[in-house]
């Protein structure tokens, strides 16, 4: 009997291994999942801390200052840490302000870009020689600082402002001194200024002459403006539309006024439209006007013209003298065409001023005109801003600070002054052929070389003259 009841060795095995199974494979699998959990965390607290490391270092750790906040879950002390510090480090550098170097000097922005703040400068150092002018004292070689300009400009929200002097001609003087107010004007963006402020009177007039292709303005930059010179203390109004822009301005004397007199007052407006504007190219036709009221007694009513450049006072076109103007008018027209690397326009304007002299009264007039093309051979194109109709900065592609070549471009002018109506008024032309080298997109060299003529009725150097002038400029600008 007994040897009935005796388990057999396989059945005896067989319940064993259905009694142990689940507790064997549960024994397998929590190795495994608390490896993988572990692996896991392990991967969480490694990118929390690179995140960490990179938001510590900076915008110099080429990372995004504010990236987007994730959403971690801490499972442990640890990251719980992390993830507090990295929120505290983030909504710090989202409030912090933000700098930027593109235009050649610090510029400061408040986080939400709503206040701005940037120097601004420029120096250009000149040198000139004269030779060929049948006056041996005209002949000269020389060399001058031509501007030092220090200043700061920014915003706060829609109002902007500009500050700025110049020291030229061994004497300091306020240049831009103004604050803009930007609003719209029948559904346009437009712009108010009130200060002291460039006219915005032709192409080159309405340049700055740290982007002129020239050195110097062009003769009807020069020559066919108001008493009050380039500058004014006044009013501007600016209206912007998608190709074309207007402006309007009244305004006294430059704030350099000593404060002794009656100011001269201007009227003034301008006027461009862009029938091509696009990757094919761009066409600009523009035209400009003002009126004046002279203040009695008021001096430099007409300016000589100087035709060889600045340095040279003694290649001029004399206008002759002519007192007691009491009110004038000027009007210009301007035709500007670029195409790939080639840029060309003209310019013509007409100034007519009259008064009351010692012949009675009088009504004269003064001319000018120039034609002017250029060619960049590499590493730019023209820089020309065909919403404001002016010239602007050149980028360059591979700047001479960085290891390239910078850009280079060829050009021409021809100008032409006609002071032939006012009493013992001259004459007088150029011929301009140069180029420019761009270092980078602040500085650049300027050559060029002059071939001038003369006819003057009055001042030392009267009748025809004709010479060289080789022009050269170094020139920062930011």
Do not use: C
């Amino acid at each position: 009997m007994p040897s009935m009841f005796r388990p057999r060795p396989t059945l005896l095995a067989t319940a064993v291994g259905l009694l142990f199974a689940p507790s064997a494979a549960s024994a397998q699998t929590a190795p495994a999942a608390l490896e993988d959990l572990v692996r896991q965390q392990a991967e969480q607290i490694r990118r929390l801390e690179a995140r960490l490391s990179a938001l510590e270092a900076g915008p110099a750790s080429g990372v995004a200052a504010a990236p987007p906040a994730v959403d971690v879950r801490a499972t442990s002390d640890t990251e719980a840490v992390l993830a507090e510090r990295v929120a505290k480090i983030e909504a710090a550098q989202a409030k912090a302000p933000a700098v930027s170097w593109s235009k050649g000097a610090p510029q400061f922005a408040s986080a939400d870009g709503q206040i701005t703040f940037r120097p601004r400068g420029r120096v250009f150092v000149d040198t000139s020689s004269t030779h060929g002018s049948g006056f041996d004292a005209r002949n000269i070689t020389g060399t001058e600082i031509r501007s030092v300009r220090m200043g700061f400009e920014g915003s706060y929200g829609a109002l902007g402002y500009a500050v700025e002097g110049d020291f030229a001609d061994n004497s300091v003087a306020w240049k831009s001194a103004y604050v803009t107010i930007g609003h719209t004007l029948f559904g346009r963006q437009a712009e108010l200024t009130v200060g002291n402020r460039l006219n915005d009177r032709g192409i080159d007039g309405a340049s700055g002459t740290g982007n002129t292709p020239f050195p110097d303005r062009n003769v009807v930059g020069t020559q066919i403006v108001p008493q009050r010179g380039l500058f004014g203390v006044g009013l501007t109004e600016r209206v912007y539309g998608e190709d074309w822009h207007a402006s309007l301005s009244i305004a006294g004397n430059d704030l350099n006024n000593v404060g002794n007199s009656n100011d001269s007052m201007t009227l003034a407006g301008r006027a461009h439209w862009n029938p091509v504007k696009g990757a094919g190219g761009l066409l600009h036709l523009g035209a400009w006007g003002f009126y004046e009221d002279i203040a009695p007694g008021s001096s430099g009513v007409f300016r000589s013209s100087a035709i060889a450049g600045h340095l040279n006072d003694l290649v001029k076109i004399a206008p002759g003298a002519l007192a007691g103007a009491d009110h004038g008018q000027g009007y210009g027209l301007e035709l500007l065409g670029v195409r790939g690397p080639f840029w060309g326009y003209g310019e013509w304007g007409r100034r007519e001023v009259a008064g009351f002299g010692g012949a009675g009264r009088f009504d004269v007039a003064h001319e000018a005109w120039a034609l002017s093309a250029g060619w960049f051979l590499s590493g730019a194109s023209p820089a020309f801003a065909a919403r404001t109709g002016t010239w602007s900065r050149v980028k360059v592609a591979q700047p001479v600070t960085a290891g390239g070549p910078g850009a280079w471009e060829l050009k021409a002018r021809y100008e032409n002054v006609d002071y032939r109506e006012l009493p013992a008024g001259g004459t007088g032309d150029a011929l301009t052929v140069g180029v420019n080298w761009y270092l980078n997109d602040f500085s650049r060299v300027m050559l060029d070389a002059i071939r001038w003529e003369t006819d003057n009725r009055s001042g030392e150097y009267q009748g025809q003259d004709r010479g060289t002038t080789l022009n050269a400029r170094f020139q920062l600008a930011f």
